[in-house]
């Protein structure tokens, strides 16, 4: 998602005369800034998953695509377990309350944006 933006500025044009998810990283990569704070989300079929500093979350979890969730509800710190074996849900139960609250916002707002703007039904559309 940084992508694009960072190739735009790089190419002399202006990523804010676009509606973009990521941002410039030219800073971070050319000279070592600090990328500033933020929370990534994401999505694969149900899965929902996000990324706040140390800490990950991920909803419906799934090591292979097609198989059952492992875990309804999966929290991770990135930092002390990298391969993310252990589940702290019970231990950081506000925490994955804020966090789901948060990927599940996320995610209504994708599904309404795609409804209003990319529906065929609401631009009075047919697919074929």
Same mark, same amino acid.
């Given at each position: 998602?940084?992508?694009?933006?960072?190739?735009? *500025?790089?190419?002399?044009?202006?990523? /804010? @005369? #676009?509606?973009?998810?990521?941002?410039? &990283? !030219?800073? #971070?990569? @050319?000279? =070592?800034?600090?990328?500033?704070? $933020?929370n !990534? #989300?994401?999505?694969?079929?149900?899965?929902?998953?996000m990324?706040?500093?140390?800490?990950? !979350?991920?909803?419906? =979890? $799934?090591?292979?695509?097609? @198989?059952?969730?492992?875990?309804?509800?999966?929290? %991770?710190? &990135?930092? +002390?377990?990298? /391969? +993310?074996? $252990?589940?702290?849900?019970?231990?950081? *139960?506000?925490?994955? @309350?804020?966090? *789901?609250?948060?990927?599940? /916002?996320w995610?209504? =707002? &994708?599904?309404? $944006?795609? +409804?209003?703007?990319? %529906?065929?039904?609401?631009? =009075?559309? *047919? %697919?074929?």
């Amino acid at each position: 998602m940084d992508v694009f933006p960072t190739m735009l *500025t790089a190419a002399g044009g202006n990523p /804010s @005369a #676009y509606e973009l998810d990521g941002i410039d &990283i !030219l800073p #971070y990569v @050319a000279k =070592g800034e600090p990328l500033p704070d $933020r929370n !990534l #989300y994401w999505e694969q079929g149900d899965q929902l998953a996000m990324r706040c500093g140390e800490w990950k !979350l991920v909803l419906n =979890g $799934r090591l292979v695509e097609g @198989a059952p969730p492992e875990d309804a509800v999966h929290l %991770s710190k &990135i930092d +002390e377990d990298m /391969s +993310e074996n $252990r589940n702290l849900k019970d231990a950081q *139960t506000h925490l994955v @309350a804020e966090f *789901t609250h948060a990927v599940k /916002s996320w995610h209504a =707002g &994708i599904e309404e $944006r795609w +409804e209003r703007e990319f %529906s065929v039904k609401k631009q =009075g559309k *047919t %697919s074929h």
